[in-house]
């Protein structure tokens, strides 16, 4: 179990140019988010997977914004036509969901720094 | 919807001191989860303390603990013997139990620095 695992560490990009990070979860793991943190703030959430299932979205989650998990393993979150105020580090996590839900946890990556010049 | 409050942009201690980090949340529910996480300059959010709000006991970890008050909706992180190594943001976190996960899954407050001085 290596934890959670985000590429690239740091991306940056102009205006306009598409993005796409990568995120392994722990393996075994059902349950895969993506977090959006701006400098000075807690982490917003962005969009949620249950296995490959995409099952909630948030408002934050504009159109540009993609996010796929095939076969329940990786996944991926694209940004087109990536503007500045999409500059923010995006955090993936990962949780198993037990049976009783009583050790539900999320364990984070490192997270992807994007820059958009 | 569910809210976290943490009231201390950021806070400094020397070295061993005990440090008081507070927190305070809104909800409707009456089963949910408490969280401590922290983000080092890293900024790998790791976990530092966790409480289940129908359980009376207060969380430890070491040298972290927890003050959960239920009724007054208040969850601080007692950190004894602070070390450099504990010089980092420390956010505060509510989950829903039986979660349904996604916007459920975590709602953070917006952080404190803590800064540890030698």
């Known amino acids: 179990d290596t934890g959670v695992s985000q590429n690239p560490r740091h991306k940056i990009t102009k205006r306009g140019q598409n993005v796409t990070f990568r995120c392994d979860p722990i393996?075994?793991?059902?349950?895969l988010y993506w977090y959006r943190q701006t400098l000075g703030q807690g982490p917003e959430f962005l969009t949620y997977?249950?296995?490959?299932?995409?099952?909630?979205k948030s408002r934050l989650l504009s159109d540009r914004f993609s996010a796929e998990r095939p076969k329940g393993s990786f996944s991926t979150l694209e940004i087109q036509r990536t503007e500045q105020g999409d500059s923010a580090m995006y955090l993936c996590?990962?949780?198993?969901?037990?049976?009783?839900?009583?050790?539900?946890?999320?364990?984070f990556g490192s997270g992807t720094q994007l820059s958009v010049l | 919807a569910q809210t976290v409050t943490q009231s201390q942009p950021e806070m400094s201690v020397q070295e061993a001191e005990t440090v008081t980090l507070s927190c305070t949340y809104d909800?409707?529910?009456?089963?949910?989860?408490l969280f401590w996480y922290k983000q080092p300059p890293s900024r790998q959010m790791i976990l530092v303390i966790r409480?289940?709000?129908?359980?009376?006991q207060n969380a430890t970890e070491n040298r972290f603990s927890v003050n959960f008050q239920k009724a007054a909706k208040s969850f601080s992180l007692k950190i004894s013997d602070s070390q450099l190594g504990d010089t980092a943001m420390y956010f505060c976190?509510?989950?829903?139990?039986?979660?349904?996960?996604?916007?459920?899954?975590?709602?953070f407050g917006k952080g404190t620095h803590l800064i540890i001085q030698p």
């Open positions: 976190a509510f989950m829903k139990r039986n979660s349904g996960g996604g916007a459920d899954g975590l709602t």
């Open positions: 997977f249950q296995n490959e299932a995409q099952l909630e």
């Open positions: 909800t409707s529910e009456n089963n949910y989860y």
């Open positions: 996590a990962s949780s198993s969901m037990g049976v009783f839900s009583t050790n539900e946890k999320l364990f």
């Open positions: 409480q289940e709000a129908y359980k009376q």
């Open positions: 393996s075994e793991h059902n349950r």
